[in-house]
C-alpha cells in the first residue's frame, strides 16, 4: 500500500510538471508561476523537475526520436515524456515500482536510450551527460535580506555562525574561491551512515594491536569535506542588511527555519537596489531639499520622501523593503493588477509584518486616476519586461528573433507608458524605473524616448545614482544617460539589472507669483481692452444709426418739395 501510494505522489510531481511545460509552451505564463498555482501540490519538487527538464528539453527530443519511443506509444504526451526521460538519465531514476502505464513506457525504452545517449557522449568526447546541456557559466552568490521588521541583522549572524557558519571579508570571488576550498572538519555521522564504528584497539594480552568493529562507538568523525559546500558568508557593504552566501548554499538555506519564520528573504542584491534608491538609503546626487544656495552633492539621507507608491507590486518583495526602511511610519500604496497575486501580496505581507499603513489596490497603474492619491511624493516602477538578464532563466517558449523583437517592443511602449503616466501625478517628486532586462530597448532607449517631450526635459531630471562606487554604468546614448546604472552577473555578482531614478525640478515659488501677477495684470488689461473696444462698437453703431436716420429725413424732405411743386402745378 505505502508502494503504491508512493507512486501515486511522484506521478503526481510528474502531471504537474508536464502541465506546467505544456501551458509555458502555450504561452499561458511563466514556468515558475504556473508551477507555483494554489492547486499545484509538491510545488519546490514540480517546478525543480519542470525548470531542468526545460534546459535540456532539446537533447530529450533527440533521445525520444533516435529511440523510436513514440513508434510503440504514439498517444504519449510529449511533455509527460520528457519530464520522466529527464528523471531517468539525469535524475535519480523514476520513483516507485511503476510496472504498469507511462511510467512502464518510459522504463522499457530507458536502456535503449541510456546506450545512445553513450554513443552521443563518446562521439563528443563527453563523460557527463549534463555537459550536453548548454548552461550559463556564470555563477552568481544566494543574497539573504533579514527582515528588520522582525530580526535584527547582528542576531541573525550570531544565529549562523553558531551553526557553524564562518563569517568571512567581504568580497564575491573569495566567497566562491572560500567555498571550493577544503576543510579539515569534525562532524556528526549522518543519519544514512552505519552505526558501527572503526575504533583502534588498545593492547591486550598477546601486546598485539589490531582492529575491530564496535557498534556504536564514535559519534564524530575526522572528514576531508571536498565538496563546495563549505559554510562561508559575508555582509554586503552596499546593503548592509544583505548576507550573502555561495550558489551551493541555496539548498542548505530553502529550508532554514530563519527563512520559514520570514526573519529573513532570499532576494537578489539587484532586486533589491529600487527600494533603497526611492527612499534616499543610497549615495545619489539629488536635487531634491537642497538648501538655497547649494550645488547637489553626492550623500545618501540628504531628500525626505513622504507617501510613495509601489505601481507593480506583488509578489511584495520590494514592498516589504520600502515597509521595512519606513519602518511601518510611511504610508505606502501597493498596486497590483491580478486578482491572484494581490491575495499573494496581502499573505506575503502580513507574513513578514510589513502590512502597517501599506494600502493595496487591485488595479492597473495605468488606470489609476492621479487624483485618487494626490500626495503621492515617490513611485517605484519595476514593470513587466523581457527577463534576459536572469541568471539561469527557464525560458519554455522557443521564440524566433521576429517574435523577440517585436516583442521587446511591445513591452517598450508599455514601459514608457507607465513612467509618462507615473509623471502625472500631483505631488510626485521622484520616480525609480528599473528592469531585470540587458537590452537596451528596454532600459536607456526608454528613458530617452520620454526625455524626448520638452515639458519632461524641462520639469525632470536624471539623477545620479551612486557616483564612484558603482561601477557598472548605462550605456552613453543621450546627456546624463549614465547617471543610470547596470547590474552585470560578471561584475557585479547579480542578476542583470537597470536602475533609472527621475526627480522633478523644484519649483520657483516668487517667479511663479511673479508669472502668476503678470498673467493677471495681463488678462486684467485685455479685459479693459475689450470693454473699450465694446464701448467704440455702441458708438459706432449709434452714429451709423444717425446718419442713416439724417439721410432718411433728407430723402423725406426732397418728397415733400416735391409733392408740394405738383400741388402749386395742379392748383394754377
Keep these: 500500500t505505502v508502494s503504491v501510494l508512493y507512486c501515486i505522489v511522484n506521478m503526481d510531481v510528474y502531471m504537474q510538471s508536464a502541465r506546467a511545460m505544456q501551458g509555458a509552451l502555450d504561452g499561458k505564463g511563466q514556468l515558475k508561476r504556473l508551477c507555483l498555482q494554489k492547486e499545484v501540490q509538491k510545488k519546490r519538487a514540480t517546478y525543480a523537475l519542470a525548470a531542468e527538464t526545460t534546459k535540456c528539453m532539446a537533447v530529450l527530443d533527440d533521445l525520444l526520436d533516435k529511440s523510436e519511443f513514440y513508434k510503440s506509444n504514439a498517444t504519449f504526451w510529449p511533455c509527460l515524456a520528457r519530464v520522466m526521460t529527464y528523471d531517468v538519465l539525469f535524475g535519480t531514476g523514476l520513483k516507485g515500482n511503476v510496472k504498469t502505464g507511462p511510467g512502464y513506457a518510459v522504463k522499457k525504452h530507458s536502456s535503449r536510450m541510456k546506450k545512445i545517449l553513450a554513443e552521443i557522449l563518446k562521439k563528443k568526447k563527453l563523460t557527463n551527460p549534463r555537459d550536453l546541456i548548454s548552461k550559463n557559466t556564470v555563477r552568481i552568490p544566494i543574497y539573504l535580506r533579514v527582515n528588520s521588521l522582525l530580526a535584527k541583522v547582528e542576531d541573525v549572524i550570531a544565529c549562523f555562525e553558531k551553526e557553524g557558519w564562518t563569517q568571512i571579508d567581504p568580497s564575491p570571488e573569495a566567497l566562491l574561491e572560500a567555498a571550493k576550498a577544503p576543510v579539515k572538519a569534525k562532524r556528526?555521522?549522518?543519519?544514512?551512515?552505519?552505526?558501527?564504528?572503526?575504533?583502534?584497539?588498545?593492547?591486550?594480552?598477546?601486546?598485539?594491536?589490531?582492529?575491530?568493529?564496535?557498534?556504536?562507538?564514535?559519534k564524530e568523525v575526522e572528514d576531508d569535506d571536498d565538496s563546495p559546500n563549505r559554510k562561508v558568508f559575508y555582509r554586503d557593504p552596499t546593503l548592509t542588511s544583505l548576507l550573502v552566501f555561495p550558489p551551493s548554499a541555496k539548498f542548505a538555506l530553502v529550508n532554514h527555519g530563519l527563512l520559514k519564520s520570514n526573519k529573513v528573504v532570499i532576494q537578489d542584491k539587484a532586486s533589491c537596489l529600487p527600494p533603497y534608491i526611492l527612499l534616499h538609503c543610497l549615495e545619489m546626487t539629488s536635487i531634491l531639499n537642497v538648501p538655497k544656495g547649494e550645488e547637489p552633492?553626492?550623500?545618501?539621507?540628504?531628500?525626505?520622501?513622504?507617501?510613495?507608491?509601489?505601481?507593480?507590486?506583488?509578489?511584495?518583495?520590494?514592498?516589504?523593503?520600502?515597509?521595512?526602511?519606513?519602518?511601518?511610519?510611511?504610508?505606502?500604496?501597493?498596486?497590483?493588477?491580478?486578482?491572484?497575486?494581490v491575495e499573494i501580496l496581502k499573505e506575503r505581507l502580513k507574513n513578514m509584518s510589513a502590512d502597517g499603513r501599506v494600502e493595496v489596490v487591485n488595479k492597473s497603474f495605468l488606470d489609476i486616476f492621479p487624483e485618487e492619491f494626490p500626495n503621492i511624493e515617490g513611485i517605484m516602477l519595476d514593470p513587466s519586461c523581457s527577463g534576459s538578464g536572469i541568471v539561469d532563466r527557464v525560458e519554455a517558449t522557443p521564440k524566433t528573433k521576429e517574435e523577440q523583437e517585436s516583442r521587446i517592443a511591445g513591452l517598450?511602449?508599455?514601459?514608457?507608458?507607465?513612467?509618462?503616466?507615473?509623471?502625472?501625478?500631483?505631488?510626485?517628486?521622484?520616480?525609480?524605473?528599473?528592469?531585470?532586462?540587458?537590452?537596451?530597448?528596454?532600459?536607456?532607449?526608454?528613458?530617452?524616448?520620454?526625455?524626448?517631450?520638452?515639458?519632461?526635459?524641462?520639469?525632470?531630471?536624471?539623477?545620479d545614482i551612486m557616483p564612484g562606487t558603482w561601477g557598472t554604468r548605462a550605456l552613453p546614448l543621450f546627456?546624463?544617460?549614465?547617471?543610470?546604472?547596470?547590474?552585470?552577473?560578471?561584475?557585479?555578482?547579480?542578476?542583470?539589472?537597470?536602475?533609472?531614478?527621475?526627480?522633478?525640478?523644484?519649483?520657483?515659488?516668487?517667479?511663479?507669483?511673479?508669472?502668476?501677477?503678470?498673467?493677471?495684470?495681463?488678462?486684467?488689461v485685455e479685459e479693459e481692452e475689450d470693454s473699450d473696444d465694446e464701448v467704440e462698437v455702441e458708438i459706432e453703431n449709434d452714429e451709423s444709426d444717425n446718419s442713416e436716420a439724417g439721410e432718411e429725413f433728407e430723402e423725406f424732405e426732397e418728397f415733400e418739395e416735391v409733392e408740394e411743386e405738383e400741388e402749386e402745378e395742379e392748383e394754377e
Design 188 to 218: 556528526k555521522r549522518s543519519s544514512d551512515e552505519p552505526e558501527e564504528a572503526e575504533v583502534k584497539r588498545t593492547k591486550g594480552a598477546g601486546g598485539k594491536k589490531g582492529k575491530k568493529k564496535q557498534k556504536g562507538a564514535a
Design 412 to 463: 517598450a511602449s508599455f514601459q514608457v507608458a507607465m513612467i509618462q503616466h507615473a509623471m502625472t501625478f500631483p505631488a510626485v517628486r521622484r520616480i525609480v524605473y528599473s528592469t531585470c532586462s540587458t537590452h537596451q530597448q528596454e532600459n536607456e532607449e526608454v528613458i530617452r524616448e520620454v526625455f524626448e517631450d520638452e515639458s519632461v526635459k524641462a520639469n525632470w531630471v536624471i539623477a
Design 297 to 341: 552633492k553626492a550623500a545618501a539621507g540628504t531628500s525626505i520622501m513622504g507617501p510613495v507608491l509601489d505601481a507593480t507590486a506583488a509578489p511584495g518583495n520590494k514592498t516589504s523593503i520600502l515597509s521595512a526602511l519606513s519602518n511601518g511610519r510611511r504610508p505606502i500604496v501597493a498596486v497590483e493588477k491580478d486578482a491572484e497575486r
Design 479 to 524: 546627456k546624463d544617460c549614465q547617471n543610470c546604472i547596470r547590474c552585470s552577473p560578471t561584475d557585479d555578482h547579480t542578476n542583470g539589472f537597470f536602475v533609472a531614478c527621475l526627480e522633478k525640478r523644484k519649483r520657483n515659488k516668487k517667479k511663479n507669483k511673479k508669472k502668476k501677477k503678470e498673467e493677471a495684470t495681463k488678462a486684467a
